[in-house]
């Protein structure tokens, strides 16, 4: 069974750093893209950032030059490095992940959830 662990929430002050991981595990051949999400309360789920296999990233606006997504392949691994963080960033963090399992298959996962909170 393939899933997505998620690790690294906190409560920070503003202006703080925290860094996310998001571990595959399971019969996993490769993992193609990973993106990070995030909801707060009353919101809609966005996108914060994205990594495609290639190694190409896409950020949304607000996070853009604050936050880093980045991979390591041989673990399986994603993470999101949030630096000066802001009250408006406080929200339940979510990775995502397309893999192709060993079976050839092309799946999509999501992992738990993580909450990070930012006070000011």
């Known amino acids: 069974q393939v899933q997505l662990v998620e690790s690294g929430g906190d409560s920070v002050q503003a202006g703080g750093s925290l860094r996310l991981s998001c571990a595959a595990s399971?019969?996993?051949?490769?993992?193609?893209?990973w993106g990070w999400y995030r909801q707060a309360p009353g919101k809609q789920r966005e996108l914060v950032a994205a990594l495609t296999s290639g190694g190409t990233t896409n950020y949304a606006d607000s996070v853009k030059g604050r936050f880093t997504i980045s991979r390591d392949n041989a673990k399986n691994t994603a993470y999101l490095q949030m630096n000066s963080l802001k009250p408006e960033d406080t929200a339940v963090y979510y990775c995502?992940?397309?893999?192709?399992?060993?079976?050839?298959?092309?799946?999509?996962?999501w992992g738990q959830g993580t909450q990070v909170t930012v006070s000011s």
């Open positions: 399971g019969s996993i051949f490769k993992v193609n893209a």
């Open positions: 995502n992940a397309e893999l192709i399992t060993f079976g050839s298959a092309r799946i999509y996962r």
